[in-house]
Structures are given as C-alpha cells and as structure tokens.
C-alpha cells in the first residue's frame, strides 16, 4: 500500500524554513531511495531485459512493451513528448537500441544515461 505524502504549500515570506519542515523533505527522499530497487534487484521479462553493455548497465525493451497501454501514466517513447502530462513517468529509449536512454516524471529529468 502507497503512503500518503502531505505537501507543504510553500508561500514567499510566509511559510518558515525550519528543522521540521526541512526534515519532512529529507524523511520523503530517505523513504524513496529505500524503497527504490538496486540495479542488481530489477526483474526481467515480458520483453523487458537487464543486462551490460560497453557503457555500463543496461534495460532495454522489445517493441510490445513500447506498445503496451496496459499500465496507466507510463508511457515507454523514443522521444520526449512535446506537451507532457505532470503527473506520467515517461520512458525515453533510444530508437536504434530500444535501451533507456531517459525517464521523465512530467518534463522533469529523473534518470539520464550520460
């Protein structure tokens, strides 16, 4: 089950910066990153594969998955979209490999492969 998060609304000269506030953020981030899955724990399948390449570590997939509408607010795309929506996680691939070259959550930039 998904915890709720209660976001502060941060106004100009208004709202303080203090511990609690600032600890509410760093509690957010630590619950992230130790809920998040290591390279290592990621699962294959359903045309979905993880392995290595010359650059490092690597997920790419086949072309039913880039398809697929099956999950809602993920899309799997070879380009940014041009208008997209805040609250979808974009995969970008690259189109000659099908690796992830980008994840987007809305327009912000989550994962990059330099």
């Known amino acids: 089950m998904k915890n ?42 359903d045309g979905i ?12 997939v086949d072309r039913s998955v880039v398809r697929s509408s099956s999950i809602n607010g993920i899309e799997w795309l070879y380009e940014e979209p041009e208008t997209p929506e805040m609250k979808k996680l974009y995969f970008i691939l690259d189109p000659d490999t099908n690796k992830l070259s980008k994840i987007l959550l809305g327009s912000v930039i989550i994962f990059q492969l330099n």
């Open 4 to 45: 709720s998060y209660n976001k502060t609304k941060w106004v100009d000269n208004k709202t303080p910066v203090c511990a609690q506030y600032l600890n509410k953020i760093e509690d957010a981030i630590g619950e992230i990153y130790e809920k998040g899955l290591g390279y290592d724990e990621l699962v294959q399948g």
């Open 49 to 60: 594969t993880v392995g290595d390449d010359i650059n490092g570590k690597a997920i790419s």
